[in-house]
């Protein structure tokens, strides 16, 4: 599964810091603003590093990629790029940032993490991997769900001019193309506080921009392997969506005083999830290596933390259909609709 964070700590760090001194924050923010500051220091422009003749052919033509992708999200999808995807950061590890959640066992809601400037978010991202897994591990033993796993591309949401790092690089075309569509949405448009919401539009805007790139491109292969990545989106979506209901029809239906009834109660409907995963939505996958549905862990977490990324794709759909399948008048109807409802709100 692609997994992208909206990087957190980076925007607010040089801004508290100093002022958090040796808290453990301040200690985070610390080490992110020192990473970022790492992976912009090694950048490099991507259309240097296409002309150069010593740079790699696999790795030119993926810049060249990632370059189209940027300018097509920029004319076609009127996103706005900014610098975002200019530069090259080339970095010394496989793993760019693990990304950690954490839910209660006994009821649907995420544990959630406050940073400055940007606010509460159900995640949090680590580049100190030690960090991360005692972090999960005091987690587990305060008695909540924990889910991990690596990130290959974050956004800083417009703060920095986000690099193209070499753990994003070795994705495959059709996945590269998503991401980078999926990020320079988040630069285009982000509504405060309201994480499920971004990173499933940004879902939305990565899954249909890439088939639509490669249609353009007239590359029939990659297009296809586009649209059956969608519909993988899609499928999983749903079915997190409808365990999610599940669980919650069994936790709304037991007291919040009986714990372990409620925990028993979920379990039964992790195992019936279970079955509908590997017998009904399996076989439809097509981007899932074998085993999959067998290995994933279903847990509170997990489901909360697919959710983020994939809730409700079929509304973004509908407005896609409503659009006549054009994705810029799609993205703009999103926007002007989330605005508008922000303000009725505010009245």
């Known amino acids: 599964m692609r997994r992208i964070l909206t990087w957190l700590g980076t925007a607010g760090a040089a801004l508290v810091v100093l002022g958090l001194g040796v808290t453990p924050m301040g200690c985070y923010l610390s080490r992110a603003a020192y990473e970022e500051a790492r992976i912009l220091a090694r950048r490099q422009p991507i259309q240097t590093l296409v002309v150069r003749d010593r ?12 370059l189209a992708a940027r300018q097509f999200a920029i004319d076609s999808l009127h996103l706005d790029a900014g610098e975002s ?9 496989d793993t760019l940032v693990l990304v950690l959640s954490a839910a209660y066992r006994d009821r649907l809601e995420p544990k959630s993490w406050w940073f400055p400037v940007v606010g509460r978010f159900p995640y949090k991202g680590f580049f100190d991997f030690a960090e991360a897994r005692r972090t999960a591990e005091a987690l587990q033993g305060e008695g909540f769900d924990v889910t991990m796993g690596p990130s290959a591309a974050f956004s800083t949401l417009g703060w920095f001019n986000d690099p193209l790092v070499s ?3 070795k994705a495959d075309s059709v996945t590269l193309v998503n991401t980078v569509l999926h990020e320079l949405l988040h630069t285009t448009f982000f509504a405060k506080g309201q994480v499920s919401f971004n990173e499933s539009f940004a879902t939305f805007v990565g899954g249909r921009g890439a088939e639509q790139f490669f249609r353009a491109r007239g590359d ?5 392997r586009a649209q059956r990545d969608w ?3 899609r499928l999983l979506g749903a079915f997190w969506e409808r365990t999610a209901r599940e669980i919650d029809g069994v936790f709304a239906a037991l007291p ?23 017998d009904s939505v399996a076989p439809q996958l097509t981007g899932y290596p074998a085993g999959w549905a067998e290995r994933v862990p279903l847990n509170n977490a997990v489901l909360l933390a697919r959710r983020v990324y994939a809730e409700r794709l079929d509304r973004f759909d509908s407005v896609y259909a409503a659009s006549g399948g054009h994705l810029r008048d799609a993205i703009a109807r999103v926007i002007r609709t989330h605005r508008d409802s922000v303000r009725t709100a505010a009245k």
């Open 220 to 224: 029939s292969a990659l297009l296809r």
């Open 256 to 278: 919040d005083r009986a714990i372990a009834e409620r925990i028993a109660a979920r379990d039964t409907v992790y195992a019936r999830a279970r079955r509908r995963l590997v």
């Open 231 to 233: 519909q993988d989106d």
């Open 167 to 169: 753990t994003t690089v």
């Open 85 to 93: 995807f200019t530069a090259f950061s080339p970095l010394d590890r």
């Open 55 to 66: 740079t790699d052919p696999a790795l030119r033509a993926k810049l060249q990629l990632v």
